[in-house]
């Protein structure tokens, strides 16, 4: 079964193929033809993934050589395709959470005039994410890596030629505040997410030369041989510039802005796309080239920071938020963070960053896929002070987004609860930077049970806000079904996959011929005491909410007082603004100088100035001819005299 | 009084001056053309100057050329001079300005 993984990122590669080939005829199937080749995959994976178990460790990395693509010189970039556990545990959640994700978009863009596009695209994207994933060399995986990159864009898009309003956070409750309601394009989001992805990939390419250079080859193979050995610099500057591609494709500080502005695109999107797989590309290169970063300490050290300090950064941000999936998105952001201090810090959390990625792809998802459905109900509405009261109207969407939300904040035996509990003791074991990088994770999980608990509050229960003539209804089962299939995962996903088989639980046994084992573990009672503080500070984020957004507060008056601090948080900490700065604004500055100064000014002024020198020359020797036969004859009396002399004085 | 050949030829180039001078200066076409005879009657002046102080004919045989070439050149310059005239009822030389660029 292994000799077939190349089925994996073919048959949705195929059903992108017929989508875009037969689509148009077909559209009412597009949606079904397009699962079917996921969940295909997906069952190609499952088959793969049981004869990867039935193999002893040692033997469970598989490579399926592939077509030579590029000879050259000392450069041998084939097809490959690597099965081992790490790209095995990847498979499997990008097919499974994409078939349940694809179920889902039938349903949710069931009556979208080009929904055979958009499942094309869906399909490429899963093809692309599968390559990035099965990949034996950087070149192979950096074609993954800008396909998704460009199923993302096309995706953030698709709804390009349709306006989306959000309304200023203060809405128009304030007197004489004035009315900033601005629409938030696609296109513009979809750019902004392409550039700055584009922005990491240079990381991904200077690296890969980088790595040609110093090493001589782009396989996986030869390349992590020869990594310890490589000099400290080096493997410094190697693992900075793939962590620069990191922070574009999954959305850490500085690149991390496209994400929010990507909720321009279809809800399905959004699960998929930056929420369960793209984003976490990004996660994945950090453990699939971990040789790499634990040969310098200084890159290592700063993944840990940069993802701590973006976890609590988005952490704050999404306390701001009114539009949903904007709260969802920094979420994510948030998440990704913790997985990145998990990968950050050695064999210890490599285990734990990748098991929060399993467990954030379905409790994330699942959330998505629950605005989704909330936003179906409330006529394509996001803004969380026109709902309220949902839980009688929408109960499945209700109780499926309560598991997830139990998830996310952590509470004892849910999939979010190991998994972050992981990440913060690997990151408190490893001591040093990894201790500050805990009280960071530790203060992150409380403002993350703050706002999510919001989020649900807000939405689903109090008093009703929702407009007069809306009817929020639950969604249709095509809807509701990948709904409970992932709470139901996000549920027992974490416990499931790290009930104690010897240290360090099924999972972490599972990846260790790819991943390295950590050194002994701490105490068990000193764990137990380290989950315990993490789970009383989620507690208190939680009561917090309750106590401002749980019971009959009026917490938009509370908010309309202390509008001068609330600003700041609603407009997003004003990073965007800064960053427009530098690059709109100085670009343009720049734009124009060159424009002006120098192109109009001086390049024309050159080229003129040379046309006006000929032509002013022109002008002066014009007047030898002023027709006047006396002149001539001057002339030609000058020429004679001219010619004697210099027949009478020859040297 | 004996006057040496210098004197002649002193005599042809105070002519031939005079005959550059009324070419570039005089405005009327047919003055233009009695200085140009001027300068050719100097020339002549002096090629039997020379041919006297070599002994030698070729100066005068020369000369015969010259005169011959003098007047074919008044016949055609005339002709020309009165066509122009037909044209343009001025012979003045400024008025033949049509190079003028």
Known sequence: MTRLIWLLPVLPLAGFAVNVLLGQRLRALAGWIATLAVAAAFAVAVAAFFELLSLPGEQRTQILRGYDWITSGDLRVAFDLRWDPLSAVMALVVTGVSSLIHLYSIGYMGHDERRETFFAWLNLFVASMLVLVLAQNFLVMFVGWEGVGLCSYLLIGFWFNRRLLVVNPLGRLVEGEPDDTHEVWAPPAAKKAFLANRIGDVGFLLAMFLIFATVGSLDFDDVFGKASGLAAGTATAIALLLFLACTGKSAQFPLYVWLPDAMAGPTPVSALIHAATMVTAGVFLVARTHVIFEASGTAQTVVAVVGAGTALLAAVIAIGQDDIKKILAYSTVSQLGYMFIGVALGPIGYAAGLLHLVTHAFFKAQLFLGAGSVMHANDEDTDIKHFGGLRAAMPITFLTTLVSWAAIIGVPLTGGFYSKDQVLAAAFEHGGIGRLAWVVGVLTAGLTAFYMSRYVFLTFLGERRWPEGRHPHESPPLMTLPLIVLAVLALVAGFALTTFTGEGGRFQNFLEPVLGAPEAHGSLTGAFWLSAVATLVAAAGAVGAWLLYGRRFDWLALRRRYAGAWRPLADRLYVDQVYEFFTVTLGRALAAFLARTVDQRGIDGAVNGLAELVGSGARSGRRLQSGLVRSYALGVLGGAVLIVAFLVFRP | ?101
């Open chain 2, 1 to 101: 009084m004996r006057v040496g050949p210098g004197a002649y030829l002193l005599v042809s180039a105070v002519l031939f001056a005079i005959g550059v001078a009324g070419v570039l200066i005089r405005r009327n076409a047919i003055v233009v053309f009695m200085c140009v005879e001027l300068m050719l009657n100097a020339v002549n002046l002096s090629f039997i100057t020379f041919a006297k102080t070599n002994g030698a004919l070729d100066g005068q045989v020369l000369a015969f050329f010259v005169m011959v070439v003098a007047a074919a050149e008044v016949v055609v310059g005339l002709g020309i001079l009165v066509s122009i005239f037909r044209k343009r009822s001025s012979i003045s030389v400024d008025d033949v300005n049509l190079l003028k660029g």
